[in-house]
């Protein structure tokens, strides 16, 4: 009986340590192809992580190129803008100029000649082409300035060539006009030149010394 019960003790402690020897190698397959999956999710999430990084840039990059896309346009159409306010005006600093020298014309004919119909019918045509010319200046944003006497003087738009003492006009205002000046839309061309009221120079204190 015992001679018998000793192979069959040892059988089993052979088939418990298979089983064990299988169990560890499923343990070890299975923990083997946990680290392969951690291993393999731990790759994805920094692929992921460079993916969406690249694609920040990327579109940081794209924002960037509309944003100066767009301020090119801008600035393309503020150029053109001012290419159609501003490109006439040198042109139209000359032509103002002779619309000057029709009204120094107009203003060199002696008052007593002015009545004669020879130089009077010359004068109506000189003005006529005078007022053709403003008004076409005035249709491509030319205006004249020209200050009245008692206006206040602007230095935007005028230039005081002297002051003018006890002119009745009150100090700062414009007192004589040399020469009109001339603006495109909102520019300045060339300034009016005017003679100026300088401020009354206030009489001393007089001291009484009567005492």
Same mark, same amino acid.
Request: aromatic share 4%; net charge negative.
């Given at each position: ?68 896309? #767009? ?14 306010? /501003?490109?006439?005006?040198? /042109? ?60 206040? /003087?602007? %230095? ?5 060539? /002297? #002051? ?17 000046? %001339? ?29």
């Amino acid at each position: 009986m015992t001679q018998n019960s000793k192979p069959q003790n040892d059988a089993t402690e052979a088939q418990e340590t298979d089983v064990t020897a299988a169990e560890t190698e499923v343990q070890d397959a299975m923990d083997e192809a946990g680290t392969e999956e951690a291993t393999e999710a731990a790759e994805i999430d920094d692929a992921t992580r460079a993916l969406a990084q690249e694609l920040a840039e990327t579109r940081d990059k794209l924002l960037r190129a509309v944003a100066e896309i #767009e301020n090119v346009r801008k600035r393309a159409d503020r150029d053109r803008e001012q290419d159609r306010k /501003f490109g006439i005006a040198n /042109f139209a600093g000359d032509v103002a100029g002779v619309a000057d020298d029709l009204r120094r014309a107009l203003s060199s004919v002696p008052a007593e000649a002015a009545h004669e119909p020879a130089v009077k019918a010359l004068m109506e045509g000189v003005e006529m082409t005078e007022r053709t010319l403003l008004t076409a200046l005035e249709k491509h944003g030319v205006r004249r300035v020209a200050p009245e006497p008692g206006e206040p /003087f602007d %230095y935007n738009y005028h230039q005081a060539m /002297f #002051e003018v003492e006890n002119s009745g006009q009150p100090a700062g205002t414009v007192v004589q006009l040399l020469q009109p000046g %001339y603006v495109i839309h909102d520019r300045l061309l060339k300034a009016a030149m005017v003679g100026v009221a300088k401020g009354e120079s206030r009489p001393a204190d007089r001291i009484d010394t009567s005492a």
